[in-house]
Each structure stands twice: as C-alpha cells, then as structure tokens.
C-alpha cells in the first residue's frame, strides 16, 4: 500500500476513534449538540476502514445503528453528519434521521439500520438490482453476531447463495449482542460455521488488525466482481465501551477489557508503519493535528446551525410524486 492510502486509512481510523470519544463524553456529561441515545462503534476502526477502502463509491453500503465509524469511513461531510445526530436541520438527512439512521444517500449508503440485521434483507436488494442491470458493483452489508440468531440474516444468505448475489457480508463480532456473550447465543465458536449451510466462502479475520483485514476484503471483492456470488468475513473485534453511551459494561472484568484495550486497531497500525518505514511520526502527528480541527469545526457547525421547524415534520412522508 502507498504511502498516499496509508495515511487515509491512518486519517480513517483516528477520525474515528476521535469522534467516538467526543460521542462518548459529550452525551455521559450532557453537554454538547448531540440529541438522543448514541451507539459509538470505538474498537472497529481498522476492520470498518479496510472495508470502505476495498470499496468503490458507486458499490452499495447497508449500515446499522452503529452507523458513525461507516458513515466517516465512507466519506461522509462530518459537518453535517454531526448536525444531523444533533437533530439540527443543516444536519444530512435535515435533522430528520437521528443518530441510529444518519447517512447519506449520495454516497449510496442504503440506510442505518435500528432493527437488528433489518440491513440484510435491504443489501440483497440493492445486490438483486445489481445483477439484474449487469453492473459490476458490490453490495456491502454490516451486521453484528447478534443479528446471526434472525430469522432474516438466515432467509438473506440462503437467497444471496440462490441468487449468486454480489453480496459482501461483514460480520461484527465483537462478541457480545448487547450485553449477552455470543457463546450463549449462538451454537458456533466461529461465526463462519453456519456458511457451510449456504455454501457461501466465509475467513475469520482478527479485525483489530488493519492490513489483515483490508487484503481478506481485497480478496472478497474480486470474488464477488468475478460474478461468484456472496462472500462472509466475519471481524473478530472489540467493543470498546458498551451497547449504548451509559451502559455501565458491568457484564466483562476488568481483566477482559485490558485485554481488548491491549488489541487496539490504531496501536498496531502505528507499530507496523514505524516499524517497516512506512510513515513518520510527523505524518500521524499531522494526521491527529488535522482530525482534532475536523472535529472542533464540526461541532461548531452543529451547535451555531438550528432546529428543524415544527412544520418539517410532515414534511418526506410521501414521495414528491405521489
């Protein structure tokens, strides 16, 4: 990888992260524009990056609640992103959307999911279309190991499998579907094992790890643009914090969370670029300078832009041509 995409995905990883903290502490203390019950989705930042990094703006992104580190990895304009989890209505979908659902449709982003494993059914869709009109497109879809025990993830696979459908499945486990350990939740080790069901290819990947997850992507990809059909990658991962911005986490040690501390995604990044000659120190110190500014302008957009009208709320309930 050039030095170009590296500082990208470095640039990727560390808005990330950065957000997310702002996230976090922002809504624990009350302060701040933000509005609502926020997801962070700290701990996914290399997996998430290598994922976007494989994909092209025209392929299709299927996202969750979770939706921040997607949406900043894809290219979102933080600005308005940040006014639209604020409920301002400069915000990307005009304050309308909230933190669950906030992306933005012109860089083919379907929608951020709020039902569990509800974007799977969505990216076969997307995937149907695509095939149907002999594109060379991916549809992507992100999902967490709790939305493996849905009846809709199960229904999805088998027609992706059926279909043959360019279908990219990104697998977050990070290991607990809220605050329920995934070994008492699912019947496999692996999250892979149930592909065997489908016949689709599926490779665990240790998500934490950026360059291992980018060339498992990189190898998906060209799968499925060879018209091979669905391709699983399940991120074995970490969630840094808990299922929503207040949940005391009390359900791991303090033993567990040292450890997924010590796997940190950015941490092993930065040792490898140093490492190899890569990058400099500089180029990330710039890097953190210039997220840091992104950040601080975003917030100052979001907290000088205003509330939507009370009339806006009748507003995009039926389409303009109806």
Not at 7 to 36: C, D, Q, W
């Amino acid at each position: 990888m050039d030095r170009d995409n590296l500082i990208k995905a470095y640039h990727s990883m560390v808005l990330i992260r950065e957000y997310e903290n702002f996230v976090e502490e922002t809504t624990a203390a009350g302060t701040g524009p933000l509005m609502g019950l926020m997801h962070s989705h700290s701990g996914a930042e290399a997996w998430v990056s290598a994922v976007m990094m494989n994909l092209t703006y025209d392929d299709y992104v299927s996202s969750t609640y979770r939706n921040h580190a997607h949406s900043i990895a894809r290219g979102i304009d933080l600005n308005t992103f940040t006014a639209e989890i604020s409920g301002k209505k400069t915000g990307v979908c005009n304050g309308m959307a909230g933190n669950m659902h906030a992306v933005d449709q012109d860089l083919n982003m379907i929608a951020g999911f709020g039902i569990i494993g509800a974007g799977l059914p969505s990216a076969n869709g997307a995937a149907l279309a695509i095939k149907m009109k002999k594109q060379d497109l991916v549809s992507a879809v992100f999902f967490g190991d709790g939305a493996m025990a849905q009846g809709a993830f199960h229904e999805s696979c088998n027609i992706a499998s059926i279909k043959k459908l360019p279908v990219l499945l990104c697998n977050d486990n990070n290991h607990y579907a809220m605050s329920t350990h995934y070994s008492n939740n699912l019947c496999h080790e692996s999250t892979t094992e149930y592909m065997k069901a489908y016949g689709i290819p599926a490779v665990t990947v240790d998500g934490m790890d950026f360059f291992a997850s980018y060339e498992a992507v990189k190898v998906a990809i060209e799968y499925i643009r060879a018209g091979k059909g669905p391709y699983f990658i399940e991120f074995d991962n970490c969630r840094y914090g808990g299922q929503w911005v207040g949940d005391p986490v009390n359900y791991k040690t303090k033993e567990q969370k040292e450890a997924e501390y010590a796997r940190c995604g950015i941490k092993h990044f930065e040792q490898a670029v140093l490492k190899e000659n890569l990058l400099t120190q500089k180029d990330m110190d710039d890097v953190r300078q210039a997220v840091k500014k992104e950040i601080d302008d975003a917030i100052k957009f979001a907290e000088e832009s205003e509330l939507p009208e009370l009339d806006a709320m009748y507003e995009n309930i039926y389409a303009d041509t109806y």
